[in-house]
Structure formats: C-alpha cells, structure tokens
C-alpha cells in the first residue's frame, strides 16, 4: 500500500475478489522497478491516474490459486507470470486476482525468482521492436542496456537478428557482453555519439538529456523508441486517450517529432502494457536473467530505495511466499 508522498505502508487486506475472467495468483516474487518509484513520486498520473492508497507492484512470478468460471486457460497448480494491467497493478501482494489475458506459463528452465526478472522488461523490448517493426540485420542503439531493462532487450534484439550496441556502466561490460551484444560503450569514458554513425534503430533508456544526440547518431529514416522521454501525439492516439491528452502530448512531444522530422527518422514513447500472448512468445528465446538483489516484503522500501540509487547489476526482487 502507499500513502501520498510518503514510504510504503504494509498493510493486512482482504485476498481479492475473483472476476469471471481473472485467475487468483498466489505470487512468489515480484520485480522492483524505476516504475515504482515513479508512481510513488506521481510521475506517471498524466498516463495513469492512480488513485492512492494503492497496492503497489507492477510485475510478479506466482502460482494459480482459483480461476474465474470463464478461464480454460489456466488451472490451479500453474507457474505464471506476468506485468500488472495498467489500471489494475498490485504485485507488491501475497495474492492478486488478474485478467487471464494479462498472464503466461513460466517457461520450465525458470525457478520463481528467475521468472520474476522477465515480465516488465521483456515486454517493453516486444513492444518497443514490434512498433520500430525490426528487420533482421538493422543496427540498434540500446542506451543504458547494463540495468533490468538490458538483460531482456538484449537477448531479445539479438533473437530478431539485430546488431546491437549498447552503453552503460563499464562494471557491468562482461554480462552484457555474455548477452550477445555487438559493441559496449562505456557511458563513463566515452561519449557514444562520437563513436555511432547511421543506425538503424535507438532503444532510449535515458530520456531529455540524450535524446538530441540519439536522434544525431540515426540514419535517415531511423526510428527512436522513448521509455524515458516525453509522450506525443502518436503515443495518445495509440493509446486511445482523450482528446485533452491528446493536445497536451502533441505539445509535450513536439519538440521530438520535430528533431525526427528533419532527417525523416519517427519518434515514439512507449509505456509498457500487460500482455499475455506476446509473454508467451518469448518461451522460446534463451533468456539469462540477472536478478541484482532480493528483499523481504517488510523491506519493501529498502528494495525502492535500492532500485533508486543506480548501480543496477539486473532486476531487484521482493520474496513474497
Ligand atoms: N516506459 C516504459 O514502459 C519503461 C519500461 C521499462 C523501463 N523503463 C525505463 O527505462 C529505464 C531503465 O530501466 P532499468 O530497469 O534498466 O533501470 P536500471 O536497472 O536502474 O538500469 C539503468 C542502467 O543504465 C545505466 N546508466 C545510467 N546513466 C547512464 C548513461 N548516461 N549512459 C548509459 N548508461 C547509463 C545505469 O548504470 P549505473 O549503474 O552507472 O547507474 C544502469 O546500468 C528507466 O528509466 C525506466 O523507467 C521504462
């Protein structure tokens, strides 16, 4: 649970109702994200308006406990797993009751806490290639691939056949290096945009402060997918919202659709969504996940306050059951 502006609060709840078309997950482990620490700070409202308090966690591995009277799909005894739809989060929880549509089996060479590392970053690297449509053989630029988000992107690009250079932090060269990628960038000695020329695709992890200088780095014709950037227009009409939004993200975002016009590159945002059939089609893929540190539930706020410091060696975790 959380209270305004302040730490979280852990609190006794009733276990969730189940929906006709949700499955009760007793979770294991959920995933720690710089996510969390947004929605704490409010950062995400204009997307999506939580209303506080809230039961906080965006991401989790767990076992089914009861299923809704319309879902085949899944029985009781299933590993799953999966990222909290966006109106409906609350991971950081012995139970949550979600959409079955939201969810996936956890592929067997994945143990709990393993399989915890996946579903948020994971997603956002299927979503963010689906919407720049990847062809095999382009070069990407992955900023900041050294952290949770790297360890899925990563192996991901690599399995669509991409060529992948990433930046981060040098104590972290060799396991991204082991993930398959093509060139490392040391973010602290050098400066990647004296180095890259021409690339086909950037993957921005870091927003405002890099985005002019990724937008330098791209060929004509490029495409920039933003998680950290502002949203735009394109981004409120995919995501269907309001026409209010709409003309506030078309303002927020201009300034970056202008700089992909001028070399007819495209700028996106992209906010990462719950989907269990694009989950399910990672199974596949040898993923190696890196789980950075694992907290108790009571330390909940220790595990925010981790994923806030940097340093990330992979995906922090809360040990829940
Ligand atoms: N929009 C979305 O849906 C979405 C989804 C997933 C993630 N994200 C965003 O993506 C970002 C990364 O997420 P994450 O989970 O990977 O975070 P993380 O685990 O904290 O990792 C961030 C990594 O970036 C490195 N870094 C920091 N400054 C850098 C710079 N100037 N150049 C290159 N690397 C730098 C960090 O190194 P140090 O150790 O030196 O700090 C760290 O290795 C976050 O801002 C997150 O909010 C957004």
Avoid: W
């Avoid at 979503?127 to 062809?135: A, G, H």
């Avoid at 300034?255 to 269990?276: P, S, T």
């Amino acid at each position: 649970m959380i209270k305004k502006g302040t730490d979280l609060e852990i609190k006794d709840i009733p276990i969730p109702e189940v929906g006709n078309d949700d499955v009760l997950v007793k979770i294991m482990y959920a995933g720690v994200n710089p996510l969390d620490n947004m929605i704490v700070r409010e950062e995400v409202k204009l997307i999506t308006p939580y209303k506080l308090p809230l039961v906080m966690g965006n991401e989790f591995s767990g076992v089914v406990e009861k299923v809704g009277s319309n879902v085949s799909e899944f029985k009781e005894g299933d590993r799953v797993y999966g990222r909290m739809p966006l109106d409906k989060i609350g991971a950081f929880a012995e139970f949550t009751s979600i959409d079955k549509n939201a969810i996936a089996l956890i592929p067997d060479v994945l143990d709990f806490d393993e399989a915890a590392c996946v579903p948020l970053t994971a997603l956002t690297a299927l979503q963010s290639y689906e919407l720049m449509d990847v062809k095999k053989g382009q070069s990407i630029f992955i900023s900041g691939g050294t952290g949770s988000l790297g360890a899925m992107a990563i192996p991901i690009a690599k399995s669509l056949g991409l060529h992948v250079i990433t930046s981060g932090n040098p104590k972290n060269r060799q396991r991204v290096m082991d993930l398959g990628v093509d060139e490392f960038i040391d973010y602290k000695t050098q400066d990647y945009s004296q180095i890259l020329s021409d690339i086909d695709l950037v993957l921005d992890t870091l927003g405002e402060k890099e985005l002019e200088k990724e937008f330098k780095i791209m060929k004509n014709g490029g495409k920039l997918v933003s998680l950290k950037g502002l949203p735009n227009a394109e981004f409120a009409e995919r995501m269907g919202l309001s026409f209010v939004k709409k003309m506030l993200f078309k303002f927020a975002g201009r300034k970056y659709d202008k700089l992909a016009k001028k070399n007819n590159q495209k700028y996106y945002f992209l906010f990462v969504e719950a989907n269990g059939k694009q989950l399910e089609s990672i199974s596949d893929i040898r993923l190696e996940t890196s789980i950075d540190e694992i907290f108790s539930l009571d330390d909940v706020n220790a595990a925010l306050k981790k994923v806030a410091s940097g340093g990330s060696k992979g995906k922090t975790l809360i040990k829940i059951n």
